[in-house]
């Protein structure tokens, strides 16, 4: 961020009441980012994402609306490069209308002036989501995009390698699961129940089911925990598991992951609902031996659980058409044809209340042997609790938990260590920001 972006912020910071205190927005820049209107009266507008299926629903509506036209941009997914993208073209003036950001990530464009105020526009489509989701678009009382999904988490695993190694059921609960882990790699010390990977995002949903919050506001102030007796909780009973050598450590999403699942020595992964697509086409020649179970809980009566991602299609900083940008950011999360499509491809869980009646979340998954797995997510998603909070420094805070994650999966740093240095590090960022901060 620029200095004069960070004195902004700062300003923006000391005038805020404790409603405001995710940071200043922008309604304001070029008409640069989108085209105008042709001869015709067409108007068109520039759409930067990175999920699977997206093009399907763009193309969706390009056919029912010709009167606005929307051209997907595939870029790097967001911890990639493409909120980098997103940022660097909006302080130049020459961003798209739309992009794809996660909930995590709506402070920090917040707190950059990066999105554009739409409230006007995107108001009347409240009553069709989810409050909580409502409230992840919605900073300082002004709205900038649509919610497209939730990420209730599971555990997807094989079934047949659970029965040769006598796991009657999946762990229902952590305890069931470190036992199993011990059985597991007891059996053979090759073969591992599941990975520990570094996606901080991930291990942010353990956090999340935990109720181990990273962020909060009070009396105008951020709150940061990340290393709260709680968060301290869930990073012992990982380091347990490492400890006792009872995990792989190949890295988040990388090929060796996926080579290792597909050669059975790893026999799960506690992933979000979006993970189940990912899963089935990174492993296709173990289709119809996976299945998906509920992520195991801490106290199995009074299960909780996590989640892990959600995203918004927001109007970006200089959009010339906020108004048809909003309307098609409403669309594609809501019309039918688009949610199916999302749900079949980019395995969402919809945002849109009336999504949940989607026949596509009724469909038998040939991958996980002809089992409806969005059941699974459904009936996880009255558990979840809705009052996580993500905080405006995610980019940094992610970066260095992530990289955290990796050295302890290595060995050289505690779990515990790594969560006091990424909670030092958060707050010094807050404060370098402007930002009024306690923890």
Not at 138 to 153: E, L, Q, S
Request: net charge neutral; charged share 15%; hydrophobic share 40%.
């Amino acid at each position: 961020m620029r200095r004069r972006q960070i004195r902004a912020v700062a300003l923006c910071a000391a005038l805020a009441s404790m409603a405001v205190v995710s940071g200043c927005s922008s309604s304001g820049g070029s008409a640069g980012s989108a085209q105008s209107p042709s001869a015709g009266g067409t108007v068109k507008l520039d759409f930067w994402g990175w999920a699977p299926g997206y093009e399907q629903s763009v193309a969706l509506f390009n056919k029912s609306h010709p009167g606005i036209q929307v051209t997907f941009d595939k870029t790097p997914s967001g911890s990639k490069g493409g909120y980098t993208k997103m940022l660097t073209a909006a302080q130049a003036g020459n961003a798209p209308c739309l992009g794809m950001v996660g909930y995590e990530t709506m402070p920090s464009f917040a707190a950059a002036g990066a999105m554009m105020d739409v409230t006007q526009y995107l108001a009347p489509a409240k009553s069709q989501f989810a409050d909580w989701t409502w409230n992840q678009v919605t900073i300082g009382g002004k709205t900038y995009g649509a919610p497209v999904d939730t990420a209730p988490m599971g555990l997807l695993y094989r079934k047949d390698l659970f029965a040769k190694y006598g796991i009657a059921r999946p762990p229902a609960t952590w305890d069931e699961y470190a036992a199993d882990a011990a059985r597991v790699h007891a059996a053979d010390p090759s073969v591992y129940l599941g990975d520990f990977g570094n996606d901080a995002y991930n291990y942010a949903g353990l956090a999340w089911q935990a109720g181990a919050p990273w962020f909060g506001t009070s009396g105008g102030q951020w709150q940061v925990s990340v290393n709260s007796a709680a968060n301290q909780k869930v990073a012992n009973y990982w380091q347990g598991l490492l400890d006792k050598k009872l995990l792989k450590t190949d890295p988040s999403y990388d090929p060796t992951l996926y080579k290792d699942m597909a050669s059975g020595k790893i026999l799960s992964d506690v992933n979000a609902v979006w993970d189940t697509p990912i899963l089935a086409s990174s492993v296709k020649g173990t289709s119809g031996k996976w299945a998906v179970a509920p992520m195991p809980v801490w106290d199995a009566a009074d299960p909780v659980y996590g989640n892990d991602g959600g995203s918004a299609t927001v109007v970006l900083k200089g959009c010339a058409h906020p108004k048809e940008a909003a309307e098609f950011a409403t669309w594609m999360s809501t019309d039918p044809s688009s949610v199916s499509n999302l749900i079949k491809v980019t395995g969402i869980y919809p945002a849109a209340t009336s999504g949940l009646a989607n026949p596509a979340l009724s469909a038998p998954d040939p991958f996980y042997g002809g089992q409806v797995v969005f059941d699974v997510f459904k009936a996880e998603t009255p558990h979840i609790d809705t009052s996580w909070v993500w905080g405006p420094t995610m980019t940094q805070a992610s970066t260095d938990l992530g990289d955290g994650l990796g050295t302890s999966a290595a060995g050289s740093t505690r779990l515990p260590d790594v969560l006091n240095t990424v909670q030092t590090k958060t707050i010094a960022q807050l404060k370098q920001q402007g930002m009024s901060v306690s923890g």
